[in-house]
Nanobody, 128 residues
Framework: QVQLVESGGGLVQAGGSLRLSCAVSGRTFSNLGMGWFRQAPGKELEFVSSIRSDGGGTRYTDSVKGRFTISRDNAKNTVYLQMNSLKPEDTAVYSC?????????????????????WGQGTQVTVSS
């Protein structure tokens, strides 16, 4: 059984930083492409970032480019999202997701339907 457990969320002032972690178990992590999504109250689920299984490719939604960095440590079965220069509009529940990596998956990694496994999410609140 695949499990994804997020951590690192919290309350931070605008301009601050947080690092989210997502620990994966139950599947060979180095075969998995990983993604981060977020959902703000009353809004739809939004793609944030994705990374290929070997870390060789990353994608970001435009609103976080230059501020967020996705990375992974395959020895620790963990994917990270470093979030800098946080804004109030970044407030949301952040969830990590996983899927077996493939070229087709990566091309479509901004779509939530392309992920087979999901974590429970961690709340990020940015105060102004």
């Amino acid at each position: 059984q695949v499990q994804l457990v997020e951590s690192g969320g919290g309350l931070v002032q605008a301009g601050g930083s947080l690092r989210l972690s997502c620990a994966v178990s139950g599947r060979t992590f180095s075969n998995l492409g990983m993604g981060w999504f977020r959902q703000a109250p009353g809004k739809e689920l939004e793609f944030v970032s994705s990374i290929r299984s070997d870390g060789g490719g990353t994608r970001y939604t435009d609103s976080v480019k230059g501020r967020f960095t996705i990375s992974r440590d395959n020895a620790k079965n963990t994917v990270y999202l470093q979030m800098n220069s946080l804004k109030p509009e970044d407030t949301a529940v952040y969830s990590c997701a996983a899927s077996v990596d493939s070229g087709i998956w990566y091309l479509n990694s901004a779509k939530s339907s392309r992920y087979a496994y999901w974590g429970q999410g961690t709340q990020v609140t940015v105060s102004s």
